[in-house]
């Protein structure tokens, strides 16, 4: 464990909130280290300050503005609306919020699928405008990924269900379900690994293939819907938290309901400001005596002047 004030420690020496311990930063080397000592490594998507900061005070690794914060939290039907203004909006909100956790901002559609540079210049955008650790970007594009690392920007590859790919696809569809296609998945795994990518997202893929692209990688794989042998597992805030508004997927384990918890606090408050009840007698405001009299002398006199 680093003692404060050392190099992997906040300037400062800060404690964690929430337990008292230092707070080690985690780092792209420090996840490809828990690959070696066969740590799993815990993920999860936020895109505001608040949750953000719960999301790191709760010792998550690795935290994703991912752009499902089109659907979950701006409302569209799909991933492909977000732009990259509002990706660096988000991702901004998060940094504020996190001393711990490796930031990662995920590049909209269509800020990298056109000329590499294109790419190369948006990503740099989230590292130098909104403070993200390193960028993901789906399906697998090399020559994007080699220009980024040689950029030195640390990038997450993301292989299997692409939301980005929801009209080539068809839908959000399981991958690699034959052979074939199973074994063009590692490929592709391996050439991302080979082109420089430091983690590996393997979504909506048979655990087998994802098992058996962990036991090969030489980076860490993190799942969603890919079975429990990756080196790690991220699911989307909302999802774990009962805060989306239809059936959840296979793989998506409820935590908590807080979408229970939230409508009937807030049904609570609106009935008692209806029946009075709020705010009481101690959560209001007082005068002091002295200005209190004064006042009230005042607004007598007003009104024996207007009478
Ligand atoms: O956008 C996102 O939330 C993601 C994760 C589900 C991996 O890409």
Do not use: W
Not at 63 to 85: F, Q, R, W, Y
Not at 252 to 269: C, F, N, P, Q, T
């Amino acid at each position: 464990m680093n003692k404060p004030n050392s190099p992997g420690s906040f300037p400062g020496g800060s404690d964690s909130a929430s337990t008292g311990v230092p707070i080690t930063k985690v780092t792209m080397p420090a996840l490809a280290e828990m690959k070696r000592q066969a740590k799993p490594i815990s993920a999860l998507t936020a895109y505001d300050y608040a949750t953000s900061r719960l999301v790191d005070e709760a010792g998550i690794d690795l935290i994703l503005v991912g752009d499902s914060l089109a659907m979950v939290v701006l409302g569209h039907e799909n991933t492909l609306a977000v732009t990259v203004d509002e990706m660096l909006h988000h991702t901004r909100a998060v940094r504020r919020a996190v001393r711990r956790a490796l930031v990662v901002a995920d590049m909209p559609f269509g800020s990298y699928h056109g000329p590499v540079a294109e790419g190369v210049a948006n990503a740099v955008r989230f590292i130098k405008e909104a403070g993200a650790e390193a960028v993901k970007i789906e399906g697998p594009r090399t020559e994007l990924v080699r220009a980024l690392t040689e950029a030195e920007i640390p990038v997450v590859g993301h292989l299997g269900l692409t939301p980005q790919s929801i009209h080539r696809m068809g839908g959000y569809r399981v991958q690699g379900r034959s052979a074939s296609a199973a074994l063009q998945l590692k490929a592709e795994a391996h050439a991302l690994a080979d082109a420089g990518a430091g983690l590996l997202v393997l979504e909506g893929v048979p655990c087998e293939v994802a098992a058996a692209i962990t036991a090969e990688l030489p980076i860490p794989t993190i799942g969603i819907g890919a079975g429990p042998d990756c080196d790690g597992q991220i699911l989307v805030f909302h999802d774990l938290l009962g805060l989306t508004f239809a059936a959840p997927a296979k793989f998506v384990r409820r935590y908590a309901d807080a979408g229970a918890l939230i409508r009937s606090a807030v049904e609570h408050y609106r009935e008692d400001v209806e029946r009075r009840a709020f705010p009481t007698d101690d959560e209001s405001y007082h005068l002091a005596e002295a200005a209190h009299q004064a006042l009230d002398a005042a607004q007598k006199a007003e009104a024996r002047e207007k009478a």
